[in-house]
């Protein structure tokens, strides 16, 4: 079993940047693909950002890109969402999500690719 804890939501004024984190910890201390995704009410949770174990590879959803950063720290098992330049849009509960099944160069961009998921954070952007 993983456990996926995400902190550093919040309410930001658009335009403004907010930065989220994400633990991943498990019977290993092993690190995991992690996703960001994120669902606003009454639309369907989407991937905004996704890496690799190892680090290398990254993907970036169509909305995001260029304002949002995907990065981790494997000494912690943890991963960072930088998210720049917000606006109400983006408003929405953002989820963190691990995989402990897949290879070191692997990222999942559906949420059927993931099996541990962390409680949401919430993510409001004023106008």
């Known amino acids: 079993q993983v456990q996926v804890i995400e902190s550093g939501g919040g309410l930001v004024q658009a335009g403004g940047s907010l930065r989220l984190s994400c633990k991943a910890s498990?019977?290993?201390?092993?690190?995991?693909?992690m996703g960001w995704f994120r669902q606003a009410p009454g639309k369907e949770r989407e991937c905004v950002a996704a890496i690799s174990r190892n680090g290398i590879s990254t993907f970036y959803g169509d909305s995001v890109k260029g304002r949002f950063t995907i990065s981790r720290d494997n000494g912690k098992n943890t991963v960072f969402l930088q998210m720049n330049s917000l606006q109400p849009e983006d408003t929405a509960v953002y989820y963190c999500?691990?995989?402990?099944?897949?290879?070191?160069?692997?990222?999942?961009?559906?949420?059927?690719?993931?099996?541990?998921w962390g409680q949401g954070t919430q993510v409001t952007v004023s106008s």
């Open positions: 498990g019977r290993t201390n092993s690190d995991y693909p």
């Open positions: 999500a691990a995989d402990e099944t897949h290879g070191s160069s692997w990222f999942g961009t559906s949420i059927y690719e993931y099996d541990f």
